[in-house]
């Protein structure tokens, strides 16, 4: 298969994990955007406690960019993805985009004790609302399909991300 699988959605519907779990099942290549941001700029919390987020949507998008050039892949991309038009763009022409989805409560669960996201922090329920408005019209746009999370583990959306392809 020559066509990408790229995942979007809020952080915590399981992008990383049953990306990686699809691509094994479909025998895909896999790459995340996060893990690659990590490992070559560090913690993306460090990064944007030290830079912000402005820069840190530039150098993601050079990541995503990228991706967008990769053939036969499950991409697994940040939950702001969605905020650069001009990468979304190229990812779309690469391949379907599924968007992950999960309810408040279900995001609630899986983040409350999670440290590591910059844009969840104090507030959970709160943070994942204010992310949740200014996001769910770009998942809308750019996704082809959707997979809801809810209720699932990781290994059981991987099945249901392989089943649309």
Do not use: H, W
Not at 57 to 82: D, F, P
Not at 101 to 123: C, N, V, Y
Not at 145 to 157: E, I, M, P
């Amino acid at each position: 298969m020559d066509k990408n699988i790229i995942l979007i959605g809020m952080p915590g519907t399981y992008k990383s994990s049953a990306g990686k779990l699809a691509a094994k099942k479909a025998d895909m290549l896999f790459y995340d955007s996060d893990a690659l941001f990590t490992e070559r700029f560090g913690s993306v919390s460090d990064f944007f406690a030290r830079y912000g987020e402005d820069l840190f949507r530039i150098e993601e998008g050079k990541i995503l960019y990228e991706l967008s050039l990769k053939k036969g892949a499950v991409i697994a991309t940040g939950g702001g993805a969605v905020l650069n038009p001009v990468c979304m763009g190229a990812l779309k022409k690469s391949g379907t985009v599924i968007e992950l989805t999960a309810t408040d409560e279900t995001l609630m669960q899986r983040l409350s004790e999670d440290k590591s996201r910059p844009l969840i922090k104090g507030d959970t329920q709160k943070s994942i609302a204010a992310l949740r408005l200014a996001r769910a019209d770009l998942y809308l746009r750019y996704a082809d399909k959707r997979v809801c999370t809810d209720n699932l583990t990781s290994a059981a959306v991987a099945d249901l991300i392989c089943k649309t392809i």
